[in-house]
């Protein structure tokens, strides 16, 4: 299966360069960001089991991948892209004290993907609305350097493609890196991302809730999230599934957790998830909260190339969180503030933390002050002067219009 490069790919190459950017030269050292996804990507199936590491390197490239989309306006997606990363810098990130060690770790882990490359196989729709399913592998060649310790990589040309074209065109999910750097099971980064796939989905739907639940087919699960080792279904659950989610419940920068009936994570226990028929495990039913925060929204549902539409208005999921966690909305102006134009109240948000950061203000701004010959623009760059710790990659994008 080949990509072919659409105008919706073209149309990346000529995004202006962010002010910021400082592009040398081809090969370009990547640095902390929030990773883009979607749906689709979310709950692709990996070829294989990965490891730890595996999983972090890989978060590592499409890091790298995605900031190169970003920044460089003259990239050809049709030619691999050169990447070093450097081990003292991954050994920071994770926390490591031992770089050597590290080291002599990421060097066998890198000789072992040379010898089974890991790919992901995703679904996407072409130009003709016609369904495929495509498997791409995340690199064409990596290698280290044992005196200096850098990692040089060439991205897989078809993931990048996908990643132009499906992922930076429209995102859908935004994950926090910190999250990823702090998985200490192998297994927390697929299902984890299986799952977030399953709450995009009701997302889009409209079920804008803070609790779900999911019945997954045995099989499916352990499609996503795959076994090291071959396993019988009761060790399945103690030694892949169990040690995935505690750890994402302790993760302080998850953006969900999994509970219990009850509704907490206490007296969560791996034996209430599964789903029996007679004496057979069929399923697993995963009860999930998810965690919403201002900083880090997961489910971003960004409408065009960016985080902005035409008219400057970003997704009711920005707004949402703002609304819920930032000014403290209630709930039953929430569904009436649902049925209102989106610029209308997209407009009173910033308005409001502009002057006064209180739910009521905002309740009687978005009820009586008219919005029509507001400028958007003006209220972002307002917003920007007077507090700029409210100022995200929302509001820059739409200060950077004027500019």
């Not at 190459?13 to 050292?29: D, E, N, Y």
């Not at 948000?349 to 209180?358: P, S």
Request: charged share 25%; aromatic share 10%.
């Amino acid at each position: 299966m080949a990509f072919e490069i659409t105008d919706k790919a073209k149309s990346i190459s000529k995004r202006p360069i962010k002010k910021s950017a400082t592009l040398k030269s081809k090969k370009q050292v990547c640095h902390q960001m929030e990773l883009f996804s979607n749906i689709p990507m979310a709950k692709g199936i990996m070829n294989r089991a990965l490891t730890e590491a595996e999983n972090y390197l890989i978060a590592e490239i499409r890091y790298c991948i995605q900031e190169r989309l970003e920044n460089d306006s003259n990239i050809d997606i049709t030619r691999p892209m050169s990447f070093s990363l450097s081990v003292k810098t991954l050994a920071k990130e994770r926390g490591v004290k031992n770089p050597s060690s590290f080291k002599k770790i990421i060097s066998d882990v890198i000789d072992a993907m040379k010898k089974n490359v890991p790919s992901i196989s995703v679904e996407y729709t072409d130009d003709n609305n016609e369904l495929h399913i495509g498997a791409m592998a995340f690199f064409d060649f990596i290698d280290i350097n044992q005196d200096t310790g850098d990692i040089y990589i060439e991205s897989g040309v078809r993931y990048q493609k996908y990643y132009a074209q499906y992922i930076m065109n429209l995102p859908e999910l935004k994950i926090n890196k910190l999250y990823y750097l702090n998985m200490r099971s192998k297994y927390s980064m697929p299902l984890s991302d299986f799952v977030i796939g399953l709450i995009g989905e009701e997302r889009k739907k409209g079920h804008l809730d803070n609790t779900y639940e999911f019945i997954v087919p045995i099989d499916e699960l352990m499609d996503r999230v795959k076994p090291s080792t071959d396993l019988l279904l009761k060790d399945y659950f103690k030694r892949v599934i169990d040690p995935a989610i505690r750890d994402i419940n302790n993760n302080l920068h998850a953006p969900f957790s999994f509970i219990s009936e009850s509704g907490d994570t206490n007296t969560f226990n791996i034996n209430d998830i599964k789903v029996k028929q007679g004496r057979s495990i069929v399923a697993a039913k995963f009860k999930i909260q998810l965690i919403v925060t201002i900083d880090h929204p997961v489910f971003v549902s960004y409408p065009k190339n960016g985080l902005i539409d035409s008219e400057g208005n970003p997704s009711w999921e920005y707004i949402e969180t703002w609304l819920k966690v930032g000014l403290k909305v209630n709930e039953s102006y929430l569904t009436k503030v649902r049925g209102m134009n989106i610029s209308r109240v997209w407009k009173a948000l910033v308005y409001t933390l502009i002057h006064a950061h209180n739910p009521r203000y905002f309740n009687k701004i978005c009820e009586t002050m008219n919005m029509a010959d507001v400028n958007i623009v003006d209220l972002c760059i307002e917003l920007k002067r007077i507090h700029p710790e409210y100022v995200d990659d929302v509001i820059e994008s739409i200060v950077a219009g004027k500019e």
